[in-house]
């Protein structure tokens, strides 16, 4: 079945990932801004939506290998990937990150004034995935293997002292947003991971490990607001009604 141009883009990511090679390409966010349709998202960036159309459907063709449908995945399955995959990198990247950027941008900060902004970016970003990571385990997550356990044992399930699991969700993609905006911005001002002439093997390195880490980013956030939080919303209201 085709593509249409009024479709859900974290519902196409969320259906078949190959889709996100599409949107990366022509920039168009697919994570943070996943609830936007393909059409809205072309005219906002003034892109033919044929082309992005033919372009999906394409990749939508090509071979499967490769490719995980995690929408098949227990929810308790894939709050332990999230955090042993995507939450142990960010720590471990984060704490590699940092020493190299606060090295290029004292040698070459006087050059390129952008790596002093692009630092700030990255240390705030870092601090903040940290304490939104640690909600994320400490309240959502816990109460997200709840639910999965009380599905599977026929039990009550015990309503959570936050009221309704939309409410921390609502909190984490607000906090989604303003790290994916963080994240453009540093994409921006590095020129696309792209370092200058002038840059030594250690600035390379860098702008190659700020690549991978939005990259990871990416996939992550996408994981959670496309399949992780609304799958957990609809098992709430399922056992609710019960």
């Known amino acids: 079945m085709n593509i249409q141009k009024d479709q859900i883009i974290g519902e196409l990511v969320a259906q078949d990932y190959r889709t996100a090679t599409v949107f990366k390409?022509?920039?168009?966010d697919f994570c943070c801004q996943g609830s936007t349709r393909v059409n809205e998202a072309c005219?906002?960036?003034g892109i033919d939506t044929s082309l992005v159309l033919n372009d999906l459907n394409s990749a939508m063709q090509a071979s499967n290998s490769g490719t995980t449908d995690?929408?098949?995945?227990?929810?308790d399955l894939l709050v332990d990937y999230i955090v042993k995959k995507h939450h142990r990198y960010v720590e471990e990247k984060s704490l590699e990150i940092k020493p190299y950027l606060d090295k290029i941008r004292k040698v070459h900060g006087g050059r390129h004034p952008e790596l002093h902004e692009i630092n700030e970016h990255f240390l705030a970003g870092a601090g903040m995935l940290a304490q939104h990571m640690k909600k994320?385990?400490?309240?959502l997550f816990p109460f997200i293997r709840k639910?999965?356990?009380?599905?599977?044992n026929g039990t009550k399930l015990e309503p959570p002292h936050f009221g309704t699991i939309a409410n921390p969700i609502n909190n984490m993609?607000?906090?989604?947003n303003v790290e994916g905006d963080r994240f453009r911005r540093i994409e921006e001002l590095t020129n696309g991971y792209t370092p200058p002439a002038d840059g030594c093997n250690t600035y390379r390195v860098t702008f190659g490990l700020l690549k991978e880490f939005e990259a990871d980013l990416h996939m992550h956030i996408h994981l959670e607001n496309n399949i992780l939080f609304p799958k957990s919303i609809e098992l709430e209201k399922e056992l609710l009604q019960e």
């Open 43 to 45: 005219d906002k960036k």
């Open 173 to 176: 993609m607000s906090e989604h």
């Open 25 to 28: 390409k022509y920039g168009i």
């Open 70 to 75: 995690y929408q098949t995945w227990p929810l």
């Open 136 to 139: 994320e385990e400490l309240v």
């Open 147 to 152: 639910m999965v356990a009380a599905k599977q």
